[in-house]
């Protein structure tokens, strides 16, 4: 699938996603109140500091090994089963400290409703890590499907529990309840795709043109002395125990042609190829990328046939182990994982803050300002989601450079133009949408909305920085932009609310889009004026691809 069809189909249902968190933030405000809603707002953003904790990045990770091999779909899928549960038992002692102790910053939030949030963390983890293990096969239509469904599903668990009963604990258990039932639809989608086959169809990125690929030649000296003609080598593949660790030079082997078939080793070597050659290499039936990052290759697993295993075959290979692919995995997502905690810790630690310091109306109050906020992060968000595959499996860096740089500019150029229009009605909105008592809301939005305008175009960069496996600058930025929130929230909450939580977050969202583009500036040796000023060609683009989608 193409890019500009991915970021669509992502972009629309980031959208509907959008509409639909939207009627269940209109929801649990009109039914609970300010009070009831920075209840729902401690809990939940307590859940996602405890997922992404015990994530240990995998999520991540999924993306970036798949888009290197998909042959170890099964090893990464089990690898993920298995450490999502383990990190799991650290939450018992936590929930025995919190009912002892009963912390501060989760004033509010009682231990039946801490009790459920602890539980739904490792589902809420092994639902990411899934969601991501499609991602990383760009299986969009699954990803955004799943992603949907999930929404969807919870609106209508929310609605259910309502009418039993109006507090922020139904809140709590219909998101618990719709992760469990979406974690056993994603191994559904997983199952049928292995014994189909279908996520082994297309290795991303490395298509071979049809000139390039018509015939495979080896150098006379360096491997058969002869050349392989088109009838003797294409559609055919080496087997696997002859083929792991080894390359022939200066061959290019169309992925299409070759998957099924075989090459005896008397009909197109004549020889076996010395180990001391072909150590490091090997042969994956596409053009060999030279911007392996080491210690990240992957061996490839030995997969049957179409048809050839039953469910619970296919699930044997999904709960399946590999532990040198675990250790890589960990060691990749938990780098990853620093930037996206102390990252999060921007998104989130000013709401316990506010919770410490402020009334739990504020809370809610704060929250809604947020939510609206989201809203700008549903283009960039969509282009950054497709942008970390395509970047790991990317083997032409100048053309990604100068890619990610026109969308950027775009997506920039967009979210300006959405973020004026949202300022404008952003206080009549707020109040006839979320009713009169979150009025003071609007204010904290308006302090918050050139902080969520400008942060949105570092999802894109951030994402591109990890997919070309430069995790640890990301952690950099984080870093810096987590000292400017902490400092700012503990300066300005006491004294001025909810505003003074909007200002401190739009701070650390400016210093972190600021600092992440001077990476990505540095790493691809752009001008940041490519990657902010929208040019013409960019405006005659979008002309040319809003009349082609209208066309058709």
Not at 291 to 301: A, L, M, N
Not at 323 to 330: E, K, N, S, T, V
Not at 364 to 390: E, R
Not at 463 to 489: M, P, Q, R
């Amino acid at each position: 699938m193409g890019f500009t069809k991915s970021v669509t189909i992502t972009f629309l249902s980031n959208m509907f996603l959008f509409l639909l968190s939207f009627i269940s933030a209109t929801l649990l405000s009109r039914v609970l109140g300010p009070a009831g809603a920075g209840v729902w707002n401690v809990a939940s953003n307590f859940l996602t500091f405890g997922t992404l904790i015990l994530g240990l990045g995998l999520s991540a990770a999924n993306v970036f090994f798949l888009g290197k091999n998909r042959r170890d779909l099964g090893g990464i899928v089990g690898n993920n089963i298995v450490l999502t549960l383990l990190s799991a038992i650290i939450l018992v002692p936590f929930y025995y400290l919190n009912t002892r102790f009963h912390f501060q910053f989760l004033r509010g939030v009682s231990d039946a409703q801490m009790l459920m949030v602890l539980l739904a963390v490792p589902f809420m983890n092994l639902k990411a890590s899934l969601l991501n293990v499609l991602l990383g096969l760009q299986d969009v239509v699954a990803y955004n499907r799943v992603n949907v469904g999930d929404k969807v599903l919870n609106l209508i668990l929310l609605v259910a529990l309502f009418f039993y009963l109006a507090s922020p604990s139904s809140a709590i258990l219909a998101a618990l309840a719709g992760t469990v039932i979406v974690n056993v639809w994603e191994m559904a989608i997983l199952v049928r795709l292995v014994r189909r086959r279908d996520f082994l169809e297309k290795v991303p990125g490395r298509e071979i043109p049809e000139r390039e690929s018509l015939k495979t030649e080896i150098p006379e000296r360096e491997s058969l002395g002869r050349e392989i003609s088109e009838t003797e080598s294409l559609g055919r593949e080496i087997p696997e125990r002859e083929s792991l660790g080894r390359e022939i030079s200066g061959t290019e082997i169309s992925k299409t042609e070759s998957l099924g078939r075989e090459i005896s080793e008397t009909e197109s070597l004549g020889r076996e190829i010395p180990e001391r050659e072909s150590l490091g290499r090997e042969i994956s039936g596409t053009e060999i990328s030279k911007t392996e990052i080491p210690g990240t290759e992957i061996p490839e697993r030995e997969i049957p046939e179409p048809g050839k295993w039953s469910r619970s075959g296919a699930l044997r290979y999904l709960f399946s182990l590999d532990f040198p692919l675990m250790g890589r995995m960990l060691g990749y997502g938990l780098k990853a994982q620093v930037g996206n905690f102390i990252q999060r810790l921007n998104y989130s630690l000013d709401v316990f803050i506010v919770n410490y310091f402020l009334p739990l109306n504020q809370v809610g109050m704060y929250w809604v300002a947020v939510t609206l906020g989201k809203t700008l992060w549903a283009v960039s968000g969509s282009i950054a989601t497709v942008i970390l595959p395509v970047a790991s499996s990317a083997t032409n860096q100048g053309e990604l450079d100068t890619f990610t740089n026109q969308v950027t500019r775009v997506s920039l150029a967009l979210i300006a133009l959405f973020s004026l229009v949202l300022g404008i009605i952003s206080r009549p909105l707020i109040i006839w949408w979320f009713t009169y008592p979150f009025a003071p809301a609007a204010e904290a939005f308006l302090w918050l909305l050139p902080g969520v305008a400008i942060f949105s175009i570092s999802n894109i960069l951030a994402n591109y920085l990890a997919g070309v496996g430069l995790v640890e600058k990301n952690i950099y930025s984080a870093v810096i932009s987590g000292v400017v929130t902490v400092v700012l929230d503990f300066v300005l909450i006491p004294r001025i609310g909810i505003n003074g939580a909007s200002i401190a977050t739009s701070l650390s969202y400016i210093t972190f889009t600021l600092t992440t583009l001077y990476f990505y500036v540095r790493h691809t040796r752009c001008r940041w004026q490519d990657v902010l000023i929208l040019k013409g060609a960019d405006l005659a683009l979008m002309r040319q691809t809003l009349s082609q989608r209208f066309k058709h």
